[in-house]
């Protein structure tokens, strides 16, 4: 669940925000409206590794067709994979 706190309670809990985040940003708010997000370091490594991946065309193209193959099941076993990757 997503966590809201006041730029008040963020600023007397900074020391201990991090170990509060979870897997969850925290949404910082200055009179009711959000105004920034707090993320961890796993949090915010995780999102550009993700961007990295779907900015690189090729990959994404990948990485989405086998999805799709995959909500299809259509899928193979790991020793037909490796047959086919020429690794048996």
Request: a negative charge; hydrophobic letters at 40%; proline letters at 2%.
């Amino acid at each position: 669940m997503t966590k809201y706190l006041t730029i008040a309670e963020a600023n007397q809990n900074l020391l201990k925000l991090s170990s509060e985040l979870g897997d969850e940003p925290a949404i910082i708010t200055e009179d009711g409206k959000p105004v920034m997000v707090a993320f961890s370091y796993e949090q915010i490594a995780s999102l550009l590794e993700t961007l990295e991946i779907l900015e690189d065309e090729e990959l994404s193209s990948i990485l989405s067709e086998a999805i799709a193959q995959d909500q299809a099941e259509k899928r193979i076993s790991w020793l037909d994979a490796q047959k086919q990757l020429g690794w048996e």
